[in-house]
């Protein structure tokens, strides 16, 4: 049931991240939070509650998510690679993850979070 799943938000630009937070709530998705930084993602995820996350490849000062997706992937909690950067930007350990390339739209994102739930 898509109500169901709590969707944790990786995305250091705050229009996009409140456009992705309005999508979940219009396709009827829980949030389990925002984080703009890897170090808050970490926490969220370690408060526990998220079922799936969206992550933007590159966020603010050259940082860039893939710990998040490390902790992810041992959590055995699914996620997407959201980017708008050519696939060779994606490191090797998640080469195989679902995409969603910007710009997003709302049937891009719940086709991509239907694929992760199915």
Known sequence: ???AS???IVEDEPLIAMMLEDFLEALDR????????VSA????IEQGG?????L????????QSWPVADRLSELNIPFVIATGGAGDSIAEA???????SKPFTMSSVEAVL?????
Do not use: C, F, K, Y
């Open 41 to 44: 993602a970490l926490e969220l």
């Open 30 to 37: 829980g949030l389990a939070g925002s984080a703009d930084t």
């Open 56 to 63: 933007d490849v590159n966020l603010r000062g050259g940082e």
């Open 114 to 118: 239907d694929a992760l739930q199915g």
């Open 1 to 3: 049931m898509p109500g």
């Open 6 to 8: 709590n969707i944790l």
């Open 94 to 100: 998640h080469r195989g993850r679902p995409i969603l």
């Open 50 to 54: 998220v079922d799936m996350a969206i």
